[in-house]
């Protein structure tokens, strides 16, 4: 099992829609979690923290479930330039702070 | 407008050449990294300075050597390159590598992209 795992995608959604995309990470200790947003030939730029009692920031909406390893973000409302690449990262301990990130998923918002 | 700068953003280098990425932040930050992403793939590790010292090197080929001459610089030195080192090459930065992270997550620059030839 892959640590960090994302669905690539594409999601294709029509503007407005509400699209919510997960990630699921396998170190049980992992202590920081992070989405990123990369568009085409771009560098990632960070999007929002995650918190373990969830977070939003405008139409988006960052979750945390320890329980069962995932972390989730939600976006409503979705508009043209949200397309990009969603990357998850996910940050451990132990010697030193190793980061992992997601493969990205590919969202494409239509209009 | 990005607070990590990379120049160049482009390059092109032949098998023999030698040249340098360089980097440079203002933000204070105390850990910068050096990052290299193929396309359709995440960003991979490949060096963190921390405090001006070397603390991570993710079992790079010594074909790249990182140099932090202070906190505000790194450079990556690239020699002898290969074409399957074409790729992205980004620097980030973060308050530190410890306790920066925990919730300021990284800062990037816009990247160099390298191709050999």
């Known amino acids: 099992r892959k640590e960090v795992e994302q669905d690539p995608g594409p999601f294709n959604v029509p503007e407005g829609a509400t699209v919510a995309f997960n990630c699921t990470y396998s170190n049980s200790a992992s202590q920081s979690f992070f989405w990123y947003r990369q568009d085409c030939r771009k560098e990632p730029k960070l999007l929002m923290s995650v918190y373990s009692s969830g977070n939003e920031d405008g139409r988006f909406t960052a979750q945390l479930n320890r329980a069962s390893q995932y972390i989730s973000l939600l976006i409503r409302d979705s508009k043209l330039s949200d397309s990009a690449t969603y990357l998850c990262v996910v940050i451990n301990s132990g010697g030193y702070q190793k980061v992992t990130f997601g493969t990205g998923t590919k969202l494409q918002v239509i209009p | 407008d990005t607070e990590v700068t990379q120049t160049p953003k482009h390059l092109v280098m032949g098998m023999t050449n030698k040249k340098s990425l360089k980097c440079e932040q203002h933000?204070?930050?105390?850990?910068m990294y050096w990052y290299k992403q193929k396309a359709k793939k995440p960003p991979e590790l490949m060096f963190v300075?921390?405090?001006?010292?070397?603390?991570i090197n993710e079992s790079v080929p010594s074909r790249f050597s990182p140099e932090c001459p202070n906190s505000s610089l790194l450079n990556l030195h690239l020699h002898a390159l290969q074409p399957e080192d074409s790729a992205l090459y980004l620097c980030?930065?973060?308050?530190?590598?410890?306790?920066?992270?925990?919730?300021?997550?990284?800062?990037f620059g816009s990247g160099t992209r390298l191709t050999v030839v």
């Open positions: 300075y921390s405090y001006e010292k070397l603390s």
């Open positions: 980030a930065s973060s308050q530190d590598s410890a306790t920066g992270q925990g919730g300021y997550g990284y800062t």
């Open positions: 933000m204070g930050h105390r850990a």
